[in-house]
Structure formats: C-alpha cells, structure tokens
C-alpha cells in the first residue's frame, strides 16, 4: 500500500475518520449513548427491560429485544419521508440480529428492551456506527452483556482496499463491507457486503474493518469510563 | 394505585406528585420562579446536511429541527405561492411514552400550531419562491424531532424551527429558473445558494395555570398537573398571530390573564434568539 | 362600528347566519343532532355510554370519551379523499378536549362514549358548530353534563371584526378566531386563533364570539324542547 | 346468550326476534306486505358544492351522495373514456356495528355492486368527457354515505347516486379544451356547466329470502334473519346489467323467481324517481 | 345455435377451456389444489381447523373461515401491485360466502380454517376456477362439507351466449355471469353479473354455466381420486 | 414445552428435533450430505404473462418468478440509469408461520438480499435501457413468490430471479424511442420484443453452521436449529457480490471457512443453471 495514497476526504486507506463517542446524553431513557463518526451524528436510547406489552407475546425463557434505526427526515441529501423505508427495516433487523448475540436475554424473562437508534446526519457506514453507540447505550442502562459489540466497514474505492467507507466513497466506490463483532469473544455479528471484490481483497478488507472495530471498542470504553467519571463527580458535588 | 398513572413508570410518578406539592407551594424544581423559563440553549447549523438546521435545549428538552427545500407543483389553488411543510415527530428515544410510528394526534396538534406560526406571521414571503406560476415552486420542508422530552415541546420547537428557517441558505431562484430546463437531472443541494431571508419571527409561549396560578414553561411532570396549557404565538410587532388551547378549560378572565404573561415572555425569549444571532 | 358596512353575504359585522338545529335526527343513534349554519350541514350521532372495548385499554375511574371530526368527500370545493387529513385529526382532538370538560366521565368507569361528527357540507366555521351539535347529541342521549358546550367564531376581515366567519371570509380575512364555552360555567373550552390581531382586537373578536355563542346556545335548547314535545306528541299518540 | 348474537345490543337482539317472529308469520314490522318497500324519500341538490347530490331515505335508512368532476389521466388501456370512481361508506353514525376507518369489505362490496350499475348500464357516455385522448379526461367521482343503517343500503345508495348523477351539472368539454393551457390553474369549480345528461338508468332491487318465502327491501332486522340475499339491478330496457349474490344460496328455480320479483319491482322504483323529475 | 360459430380461441360455444385440476400439491398445507383453466393458473392451501386466534374473536358454536383471493404482481398483462386492491377484497368476501355454505363449520367451535388462494397467472373468469380448486383443497384438509363447490361462468360475446368467459372475451364481451354451485344439493352459492342480459339470455347463460359446472366437478372428482391412489401407492412403497 | 417452540405445529417440532438429532450424527433427512444440495429443479417461461418467467423447486421448497417491463422516469440522482425493483412474497400458502400482509422485515431482507446480488453483479446493462435521459427509462420488476417454503428460500428464490431474467424478452428500445410520442397511449405488451441479454450470473448460497459443522441448503427445520446462517452471492469470474450474515454469529476462521464453501457450491449451481440452458 502507497503511503502516499490520499483519500477523497485527506485520509489514509486505513484511517477512521475523526469519531467521539458520549454515553448518558438522554435524560429520560434508561440508557442512551451519541456517536459521531465524520458528518454522522447518532443517537440511541434503550429503554427496559420492562414488562412485554401485549402479555401474551411475551417469551416466558427470556426477554424480547426490540430495534428501530431511523433516520431523520433532514439526515440526508435529499428529504427522506419518515416513514421507515424497506431499507430502514432490513437494517433494524441485522442490528437486532447483531446485539442478541451479546444481550443475555435469559436474564429477563417476560420483559422487553426497546432500543432505539435516529441518525441526525448520515455519512456513510451508520450501520455499523449505530450498533457501537448502541452497545454503549446497553451498557449505561445495566443490560448485561457477554461482550460488547462494535462495529465497523471497510470496502474497495478506486481499486484500494479502504476502511471506513464515507458516503461518497460508498457512492462511487466498487464494494462497501460492514461488520460487527465482539472483541473479546472474537467472533462476527453482523456482516455484509455488496459490490464486487475477490476472495483476496475480501479477506484484506475484513481484516482491516476488524481493526477499524478494535480502535472503535478503545473509545466505546473511554465513553463508558468518562460517564462513570462524571457520574462520580455528581455524587460528591451532592454528597458536599 | 390511582387510574390516572396509569402507563406511567414509579419515576415519572414521584416527578408528578411532586410537582404538585412544590406548585401547592408556588414553587418549582430547581428553585424555579412560576414566571421564569428554564435555561435555554441554541445552536444553528447543527445538520450540515440541510440547508438550515438548529438544535435547541429547554431545560431537558431536546429539539432537531431541519430545513429543506425542493421543487414542486403549487397548489391548485395557489399557484403563485411556494408550498411550506412543517412536520414533527416526537422520537421513542424522548420517554417512555413516546411511540415509533406515523404521528398520533398529539404530534399533529404540536406540528400544526407551530406551522400556522410560521404560516399565519409573514415569516415567508411565499410570492418570492415561485420558479414558474402554477407549475413550479419551492417547498419548504421544516422537520423537527423531539430527541428527549421534558414539557414544553412546543416552545422549544418553535424555537428550533424558527432559528433553522432563519438561518436558513436557499438555493438561488434566478439560477433554478435560468437552469429551468435541466431542472429534472439538477441536484438541489449542488445550486448556488442565498440567504433565506425571514420577513418575521413569530415566538410561541406556553401558560399553564395550576389551581388559578399562572406560570410558564411547564416541564413534563407540571404538564401532568396543571388544570390549562394554552399557547399564544407573537409577532415582532406586538400582534397575535397564533392562539391554541391545548388542554382543559379557563375563564374569560384568564384568557387575557395568560395572554399577557405570553407577551411580556415572548419579548424575553425574542432577546434570547438576538443574542444568538436571529433577529430581523 | 359603521351600521351601514356590509359583508360578503350581506351581513352585519355582529350577525351570525342563518342556522337551525334538530335534536335526535338518527333513529340508531343513542343520541343525535343535526346543525345548518349558512350552508354548513354537519349530523353528530353518540353511541354510548357502553362497555370499553378491549377491555384493557378502560379506565378504571372514568369513562373515555372518543371523537371523531369527519368531512363527506363532497363537503369542500375540491373533492375530499375520504381517509382522515391531519386537520381532521387536530379538529378531532380540540373538539374532543372541550367536550371533556363538559361530560361528567366519573359517572362512567370502564365505559366509552363515542362522538360522531359527520360534515356533509363545509362553509366555514365547521368546527365550532360541530361542537355545538355535538353537546346536543350528548345531551339527547343523556349523559350528565356540567354544562352545555357551545362555539362561535369571530375574526377579520377587510380590517373588521366581524362575527360567524364565512369559507369566503375564512380564506381572504386576516384572522379567524373559533371559541367554545360553557355558557353558564363562563368557561372557555376551545381557543384557537390564526391570522393577526391585535391585543386590543383579539378582545373584540373574543367578545363578539363570546355573544354568537349565547346566541346558539339559546338555539340549542330550542333544539332539546323541541325534541321532548315531539316525544311528548309520540306518546300522548301511543297512549290513545 | 346463542353466539349468533355476538356483538349485538339488545335493542338490536330484540328487532331480530320480533322480525323473525313476524316473517314466520308472513308479515312484517308497519302492516308491510312481503313485496313492500318502506316508504321512500328522494331529496336531490341537497349538497351545494357538489355538482350533483341526493339524499334518500328509505323507511329509517338515509343515504347521501355527492358527484364531483375533476381532471385527470386516462388509464392507459382506455385511452378515450373518461374515468368513474364510485366510493360508499357506512359512517360510524349509522349504528353500534360501523366502524370508522378505511372501507371494509361490505363497503366495498356495496361500492362495488352500485359502479357496476352504473358502468354497465350505459348511463354516462365515458367518450363525451374525453378532453385530449390519452391525456386528459374527466373523473367522475360518486361518493355515497350511509348516515342511518335501517337495511337494505344498497336500493337506497343506488337511488341516491342515480338521483345524484342524473341532476348533476357538468363543467362543459368545450370551454376546457379552448382553455386547455391554462388547466393547470383553472378552479374546476368556477367553469361554466350545462346539464349531466346520463343515457340510462339502473335500479338496483335487493331481494330475501326467508324460509323458501320471497320479500323485498329487507331492514337491517330482517337482513340478518334472511337466509339468502340478492341483487339484481336492471335497465329502463328491461334488461339485467348486474346481479350479486350477497348472502346464502338460493335453489336454481329460485333465482329465477327473485329475478322476477326484481323485475317487478325496479319498475316501481322507476316511477318513484318519474315522479321525482328523474327520468330519461 | 349455429355448430360452426367459432370464438377467439377456436372453441365452440359451450366449451370449457383445457383444464387440469391436481389435489396435494403444497408439502406445508393441510389441504391444497391447483387448477389450470385456459392459462389461468391457480394454486390453493388451506390451513386448518386450528385454535383461532386472539381467542375472544372466536365463535363459541362454529368455526370462523378465513378466505383470501390473491393475485401475484406478474399474473395480469399489467404488472399488479402486491397490496390487495378492492378487486380483490371483494372476490374474497363472494367466494367465502360460497365457500361458508357448504363447510360445516359447526363442528369446529373456537376454529378457524383459513384458506389462501394465489392467482399465478390470470385469464379471466378466476373467481370460479378458485372456488372449484378451493373446494378440493377443503375436501384434501379433511374439511366435512355437504356438498362440493364448483363453479364457472358464462356470458355473451358478440351476441352469443358462450360458456367459460375467456379475459379477451370479457374485456370485449357484452356480458359475464360467474357461478358457483353445489352439485348434489342443487343450490347456486356464487351468482353474480356484469354486462346486459335479457332476462331470456339470462336464463341461457345461466344454464350453460351450470353444464359447465357439472363437467368440472367430475375433474374435482378425478383430482381427489387421483391423490388418493397415489397416496395409496406410496404407502404401498413404505410398506414394502 | 419449551418457549422455543411458540408458534410452532407438532409436526415442526418433530421435525425440528429430528433435524437437530441427524445433525449431530453428522446426517441428514433422505440421507443427505451435510454439503449436498437437495434436488432442483428449474422451470422457465411458466407465466406467459410476464416477460420472463421460473418455477424453482428446491426440495419442497417451490418459488415463482415474474420479469415485467414497464416506462417510467429516472430517480433524480441516475438520469441515465434504467430502474429495477426485487420484490419478494412468502406466501400464505407457504407455511403455517407465513401471514397474508405486507411484506415484513424477513420478506424485506430476502427481497434486498437478491436485489443486492443482480444489481451489484453487473447482470443488468442499466445504461442501455435509457428511453430519454433524464426522463424515461425502462422500469424492471422481478417479483417472486414462495408458494411453499421448506427452507433455504435465498438460494431458491435467487436461481427463479435469475433463471426469468435471463430469459426474459424486453420491448425493444429502439422502438419504443420511435414511438415515444404516442407512449401513454402505447400497451408496452403488444411492443416487439428481443432477447434481454444479461451480462452476469450472480449465484446466492446461503451455508449453516451446526456445533461447528458447515452445512449447505439447510430445509426449514435445519434453519431453526442452525447457530448461524450466511450468504455469499458469486459471479461467474469467482468475485464476491454480496455477503449477508441471516442469523447468529460467527468467528473469524469460519467467515472464510463458509465462504470457500460457498464459492464451491456456487460453481454446482452454476451447472445446473447451465444445463437448464442459463448460462452467459
């Protein structure tokens, strides 16, 4: 790979572009977590366990876990209609898909948790962004977990092997690879990919998400870390 | 337990009980007086995807809100006006009561009052936004989002909206109307821009009365408590341009009673925008 | 105010339009009111108080009231698609909202009560006549009311205040202003107001409407005698 | 309580009853003879803004209906006619088992049974209304709704949208064509009319059958003790243009023997819109 | 009638189209048929009787049946969007009605039998061909019913009366009259018609329809017989 | 019983731990091995109706195709570019669990899944369907059904889409080009049609993963009892097109270790496309 490779937007093939992620930002829900990760701006709340409404839909060995990603109708280049999209509903689903892998639903029989992802502004891989800043919404609201998960892409633009795929990137590119795994459990829970790429370039560019995913789980922490930090500072403000 | 917590959590229940205990005592949550706003918090161009975008932040509740513009047909009726779209949802991340789905009654009522604000105030010169009369117009799409919801969802929304639409970039009309015949294959966001210049900026403010007491800004527990909402929306120049009472009832007095409390806030509210930049 | 100005339909600033209500006009109906008002034509039918269905959705210390504002697709100038708009939705609510401070709820746990608004014509002003109707229908079929509901509009047009705002006056005036009250609670029930007044005139308006409501409220009980004579008649004739 | 009466109050378990007790005994509610309609009222232009509009009671079931023309594209397989919708509700007024919400397979099938009247018949001249071949013609909308539900909705919404449609003023094709370049701003409303003038009309005659016994115009008691309901709708030529089976079966030497009391009796209904000035 | 009139396809008057029906053809369905007839295709599962669901919908002294008339997006010349249309709605309401005659749904309390019929390919005159494959696929499920159901249409084109309207000559026919009967008990459960008839053409048709009938209820028969023989067979097989 | 198996008939329960019992002998139903097929069967041009059509029979799992051609215009970003729409049903005939409805997010997912393959692949020239840019383009529809579903529905479903692709005839563009002022009068069925040649063959194989043990063309009970459920679309030059993980999740190893699978059995299907006479 030439070093001097430069990317639409200044980056290297294996740069993220510049990502914060903020757990707590919600006053009402029982967990919530931001993720900003170039222009994509997402908010997730979680709400439960709670008790499953209606009764009889309830799972009595464990807990129904709930998904909604939607994007706001502002988010994107042209005004999207806030009704969920076909594609809005496929992505619920792999998300979901994704984090019942690591949510020990087991734990809640009867109940349900809602997890609820709106990108304010999409740029690209909000996927895989959104599952990150879920999992750190999970965490803040106590949902006890195997692992983590934490997602990333990476894909193929003008013939390179790239990680983190930015919309224009998506747009003109030649194959986009989203992926989620667990970091500790190293295993994959969520993976797709569409446009065109060799058995070879397929097995560079997984490697190069999972690295991508790695340095994401590093701010996941840091996210978690801080909130418990100011939550701290709050408890001795109240206990002066 | 009594039937009227009923879908409410043991949180929300402690928040409205005691509510009603500190009005009982004319008082409020963080040593609030029953005149005074809580802390608000505007930032423009927080969707760098729109042409216009404001967040805004009352107390604890959260407002996107987004401007869009695209070509349209106008209206039959009026075919020398742009169109304006204003639609808001209030997002399931907001509270426990808050629903994914189409907008129920409550987002359409919100939605509606904020709109014949914006409509009924001059804000937009409408006549301004016609390409071609009765063939092709600007519409005006004003989204908003209520992220978490503490009470007084439409006094920040208004807010929100007002401060996207305000500072607001459109594209250029003369560069849409010499470019009329491409116009299928233009993208919109890719057109020359100009301010949007804003004619108006009406002001929306919430009086609740408690037990005969008036007070403003009601959060989500007062909300629950008080007797009346009602929301009067000002213009710059002193004039009403809307009116909407939102729950229960109040005497003729009190209608001019709360009329009056809305003005003197309006102004007040009317500062905070300036000293974030919006003005006339 | 000069005597000689005369509206769009001939009328004085302070003059409502012709208007006619009729009490019980729907033989399933368990109450029923029909109200003309220019050429507004709009028939409210009550069925209730009955059991709340599903069951777990009723309250347990009050009965729920629902309503509906509807308009026929051949009431406006543009044909109307049948499915409801969001004004019809708005109007449902603030309708609904009016009326609950007149119906004694408490009376009635775990029942409904269901409002029926039908607009069969449209010319201005639908909302508060259907409000009045409606407080005639409720009334017919006897449930316990603080007090009747009844609304008028006032408004501007042409820089005057004038009473009972026309579709015409509605669509060229500069403000429309629609009240309900409870005419002998003094209580305003329904409060809306688009357009621009000043405060000096939004109190002329509101007086204006205050007195066109008196003035129907005085129909209205036409209306319910009426009805009761005709019972009366019907019975006195059975007993023959 | 028999399951057959789920759903019903008991007013209504009480009417079925009694109208069972009556048919058994060859009679029916009023002294009315087995091939009796209850009285009927034809009330036409009871809508203003309509173009077309009646409003009919038959005995206690009171149906309105409204005809509206507006412009439109012609389907693509039918290039030079114009387009009809016909659209019936049963409104939520009309008794305890309507719903409000969108049109359930009773209303649709209602709908339905009367387009086809309609349609079939030859009544509207779908050519005349073209105003440019396969790109504008008229839409001719008829929407009926049922206020009171007494039985037999389909007679009495077919009379009301035949009363609707044959009184209905039409904006002329001529003075569209000459304006066609301003369409797109004309107020549909405001072109001057001439006369609807329909070529036929279709009456529609619902016949029961109760126990091997024939009536006609069943109330909605009768309806649900009937054991066979049936529609046929017939031309001013004798002709039959629509039939519908709408509950149970019937022997073959009984359809034939409905058909004939249909026969009978669309002729009757036919002088009763002669003598309301509906005739061809 | 003049034995050398030839129609659009080349039949005679009083001919049916080719036809086939096969019972048991759907591994997942309790009881399923196909029919083709002409060109239309038809295919037909029932499901049922099973526990009816939610349960206070149910009917204490009979079974509820459920039937859906189906058309696929690319059965009709012009692609048909998969929502169902009016069309739709009420062919499935006509054909549940016909269908209700002769099951006897009183020996399925708190049941419900649902029965899915899917249009694959359309030519005219499909609400019979269903109700004919309906039946066998009732009659596969083991569904008591007390008497077949079988149904075909007739009509008038170019001023003759024809059997088993073809959709060409529907679209430019002057008239089509579907039935559906139920052959040993005599009684017509389907009867419908658009068009013009004189009351005597009315009559032919009529008849005509009912030949028809009679001819495709020996082919429900041979269908029946079939599946039986075959079912023998591998039982046979098993047994060896 | 266990919740696992809410919603579930006795006869898939059986089945299903039937399914698990074999899998854990490293067997399967009818003797099949854990990377063998169970019998296709492919079917063309069985709706005449359509431009191009497939029966697929894979097992008892049955699929229908339908290719339709319609006009329409360009979405606003692709001027140039025809437009194609996958859309999949599981019929209520299917199965038990199959619902009558709008299509729910397992139907969404299948549908998105084979859209991804054909449009990704490169099979479809979408430049050379282009009327007039910018304005009309050919809009191609590839609708697909599952009348019964005994599993592993992708891979089926793919091959019917594929198979009524490739052979379907399209109205030909010169035509209509020459005709395109009588366009809305035109029936685009009764246009002369050529052959639509595409220009790929993407292949969908969808692999389980059991206790670790790779499986491929799991029947629907083996779905249930599966830890994981991937699939890889191929090309006909070895490239990937398209990954979908359905269910659970999977360690890195495996990622590869199925997708070599995959390729593997891409290359079968591939010949028995051919065979059936689909090939490039």
Sequence with gaps: MSNNFKRIDGRTPDQLRPYKIRAGILKNADGSAEIKLGKNWIVVGVYGPKEHFPKFEALQDRAILFCRYHMAPYSTTERKSPKPSRREIELSKVIRSAL????????????????????????????????????????????????????????????????????????????????????NLKKVVLLQMDGKLTHEEFKEAFEMALKGALELYEEQKRALKDLIEKMKELEGESNE | MSEKYKNKTLAEIINIEQAKNLLNKNLRKGDRGLLDYRDIKIETGTIKKAFGSATVNLGDTVVVAGVNFELGTPFIDTPNNAILLVEGEILPTASVEAEAGPPDEHEIEISRVIDRGIRESGMINFEKYVIIPGETVIKIFVDFNIINDDGNIIDAANLAAVAALATAEIPKVEYIREHIDEVNNINIKEIPRESFKVEEIPIANTIGIFDGKVLVDPDAAEEEVVDTLITFTHLSTGEICSVQL??????????????????????????ILKNNGISL
Tied chains: 1, 3, 5.
């Design chain 1, 100 to 183: 019942e892998e690591a949510v020990i639903l087991e734990r809640f029989p009867e109940m349900s948790i809602d997890i609820y992802i709106e990108v304010l502004q999409a740029e690209g891989s909000t996927r895989v962004a959104s599952i990150t800043a879920a999992s750190v919404a999970l965490a803040e609201a106590g949902i006890p977990m195997k692992d983590m998960v934490v997602g990333c892409s990476a894909g193929k633009v003008n013939g390179k092997i790239v990680l983190d795929i930015g919309e224009t990137e998506d747009k003109e590119g030649e194959a986009d690879l989203p992926i989620a795994i667990m970091p």
């Design chain 2, 246 to 271: 939102l729950k229960g009832g109040l005497t003729y007095e009190e209608v001019f009673k709360t009329l009056d409390v809305a003005y003197q806030k309006n102004l007040e509210l009317r500062e």
